[in-house]
């Protein structure tokens, strides 16, 4: 009864091209289900990292789905994009202890009012029954990697960025690390090098999209 007034005030769309939704159909139209650019598993490298999968391309629709979502008009995607993310993971990557993110830094989540990868670890930690762990603290903002350019200033700009927060925690674990976009892979791979540092024995990572060409080696 609830869950039908819930679809009759607030009828179910689409998370990528936004149509409303058939009463078979979840999170995604049968349209975009066909033709939202999938991510070819092996297309990305990043150094520390031992295998990394994501949903998506980032390009058309499912970039203005990530930017509705992040910028907070669409924070309920999460758990739609943690379902698909979910299967993505159980089928590309091995086996893994915790579920970790590439964290905000504590301004920035005072200005934004939520950490969007923090939601995403959450609701992919529920689909799978791993528990989501913040292991990592970001100490200070660095330059929106997207404005630069070359793959050695992406690097130089996240170096020292991350932190862990207790290698007791980190020490001899299998990690996955999410993030909600991956572009050349220089915060993923600064992220690993810090979890290896702390002791993790491998780190595997996910996105819901990945973004541009070039790999980050
Ligand atoms: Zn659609």
Same mark, same amino acid.
């Given at each position: 009864m609830i869950a039908r007034l819930t679809e009759l005030l607030f009828p179910r769309k689409c998370i990528l091209c936004r149509s409303f939704l058939g009463k =078979?159909?979840?999170? !995604?139209c049968r349209q975009c289900r066909i033709d939202a650019p999938e991510y070819p598993f092996g297309k990305k490298k990043a150094t520390h990292v031992s295998e990394i999968t994501a949903?998506?391309?980032? =390009?058309?629709d499912v970039r203005r789905s990530i930017q509705r979502y992040k910028f907070g008009?669409?924070?309920?995607y999460a758990n739609a994009y943690g379902r698909l993310m979910a299967m993505r993971i159980q089928r590309d990557l091995p086996e893994f202890d915790v579920i970790t993110w590439a964290p905000i830094s504590a301004g920035r989540l005072r200005t934004r009012g939520f950490d969007q990868v923090e939601l995403l670890a959450k609701a992919v930690s529920a689909e799978l029954d791993i528990p989501a762990e913040k !292991? !990592?603290?970001?100490f200070r903002d660095n330059r929106?990697?997207?404005? !630069?350019?070359t793959p050695a200033e992406r690097r130089a700009n996240v170096l020292g960025v991350y932190k862990a927060i207790d290698p007791d925690r980190i020490r001899g674990k299998r990690v996955l690390l999410l993030d909600d976009v991956i572009t050349t892979g220089a915060t993923a791979s600064e992220c690993a090098r810090v979890l290896l540092t702390a002791g993790a024995e491998k780190v595997y990572f996910a996105a819901v999209a990945a973004a541009g060409t070039t790999s980050y080696k």
């Open positions: =078979d159909e979840t999170d !995604l949903v998506w391309m980032y =390009d058309g008009t669409a924070r309920h !292991l !990592l603290n970001k929106a990697n997207s404005g !630069l350019s």
